[in-house]
């Protein structure tokens, strides 16, 4: 009896055309569909080479491997759906995934988006359950896989302003973050993050908009893989991460585990970026914006390139930005290398001059950027905190006035390192 193609094989779809087949094999293996290989417009994924037959390739297993969640997420799905192979999370909870796919038993087909009504309290009360997850919020036979590390759940938001749970894979437009519960040290991580996106907008770096829900006490954000169309609709935008775009699977996202450093990000962006110039200046005031306010975590998966709305291929606008310096047991080490540096403390204004030649800009060009984003940094901080204080929860309210001070001190002082020889209104 030849087996079931549903149980060996999933199928990849973007809208409705067929994109091709993933194998059950190890390595995984992946297959265009003829029809998208004989598209006019660009038919390569990600790092996947646009070929006919079947594909196995590092960049196959990073492409997939990074739309999973990652290390204690990863195990809790592991544990309780009894998925311990790629490709079988993939078939367990890989539906509606980050950007524009989606991934369903072969012989399936995308179905209509459905959504099932809830409440802001109804959330919280599914929250505040001893060992409750966000990945619980998910309705029955709900397969959205949000990648990362982080506990979260998808959500959609239309103009009532009311949540909805997608049902099968029905995308979402918000992404919920509640307060981080396994690491006892780190506290109210959902106002940490809301406040440092914040302050990011208004430093006037493209960011993803988000907002503070007091009742789930979580960061609501916004996707910006998803698209509402004029029928009210909502469409997805294709989004690869750069650790997607090297091939490297997420356990080595960090530079000194492989992945990609400042220069490999750098050129990432002039390779695919529409706007090269302007990309590459918003990725620096992100690498100084992250020193300024104790955001150790700035790694290759925290950046992403998408066909943005309206056309052209840019760098998206930046995400999973907190201040992950003032938990004590947190790495003390930045996730990218300055200059060779990777110890704040330690970083120099040479070390910015050797991380300038080395992406191919002038030391002047990026020095004036991190000039200017110290000068933006502290008066923005404050503005997010004016705007956000009043939902705060009061050991919240707290964890902001820690935080306002944490960063104008940072602030002044990496950039009284990092640009010595100018002049600073700080």
């Known amino acids: 009896m030849m087996p079931d193609p549903s149980s060996t094989q999933l199928a990849v779809f973007f809208g409705d055309q067929l994109v091709g087949h993933v194998f059950d094999s190890a390595p995984l293996s992946f297959a265009y569909s003829a029809e998208w290989l004989a598209r006019p417009e660009t038919a390569q994924i990600a790092a996947i080479t646009p070929e006919a037959g079947p594909i196995s390739s590092a960049a196959v297993t990073a492409f997939f491997e990074n739309l999973l969640p990652e290390g204690e997420l990863r195990r ?40 099932q009504a809830t ?12 060992s409750a997850a966000a990945l619980d919020l998910q309705a029955p036979q709900t397969r959205i896989s949000l990648s990362g590390a982080q506990d ?92 997607q775009l090297s091939a490297i699977a997420s356990d080595k996202k960090y530079e000194k ?3 990609p450093g400042v220069a490999e990000c750098a050129q990432l962006i002039r390779h ?17 914006f992250n020193l300024y306010t104790g955001n ?32 004590p047991g947190l790495s003390r080490e930045f996730a990218l290398a300055i200059g060779g540096e990777v110890l704040p403390g330690a970083m120099t204004r040479g070390h910015v001059e050797q991380m300038a030649q080395s992406m191919g800009i002038r030391a ?3 020095l004036g950027i991190a000039a ?16 956000v204080q009043p939902d705060l929860s009061p050991g919240a309210k707290t964890l902001a006035l820690r935080l306002q001070s944490f960063v104008r001190k940072t602030t002044q002082q990496m950039s009284k390192r990092l640009l010595s020889k100018l002049v600073l209104n700080v």
Request: one cysteine or more.
């Open 372 to 387: 200017d984003m110290a000068q933006r940094v502290p008066v923005a901080m404050e503005a997010a905190i004016t705007a």
């Open 76 to 115: 809790f799905i592991v544990s309780s759906k009894k998925a311990s192979t790629l490709f079988a999370l993939l078939r367990e909870v890989a539906g509606d995934t980050a950007g524009g796919f989606v991934i369903l038993p072969a012989g399936q087909q995308p179905e209509r988006p459905a959504y």
């Open 119 to 130: 409440t802001w309290a109804a959330l919280a009360a599914r929250l505040g359950q001893p």
């Open 296 to 327: 150790n975590d700035g790694h290759a998966k925290n950046l992403s390139i998408y066909r943005a709305p309206g056309g052209g291929i840019r760098l998206t606008p930046f995400y999973d930005l907190m201040c992950t310096r003032i938990y």
């Open 272 to 288: 695919y970026s529409s706007v090269p110039a302007v990309d590459l200046k918003n990725f620096l005031a992100w690498l100084f």
């Open 257 to 259: 585990e492989g992945g």
């Open 364 to 366: 002047a060009f990026a």
């Open 152 to 243: 979260k759940a998808a959500i959609a938001l239309f103009a009532d302003g009311l949540p909805q749970l997608p049902l099968g894979t029905s995308p979402s437009t918000h992404i919920l973050k509640p307060d981080i519960k396994r690491l006892a040290k780190v506290w109210h991580s959902a106002a940490n993050e809301t406040l440092i996106m914040r302050t990011a907008a208004l430093c006037g770096l493209p960011t993803a908009e988000v907002f503070y829900e007091p009742l789930t006490q979580a960061c609501v954000v916004q996707r910006f893989d998803r698209q509402l169309r004029p029928d009210g609709s909502l469409g997805r935008l294709m989004q690869y991460d750069l650790c």
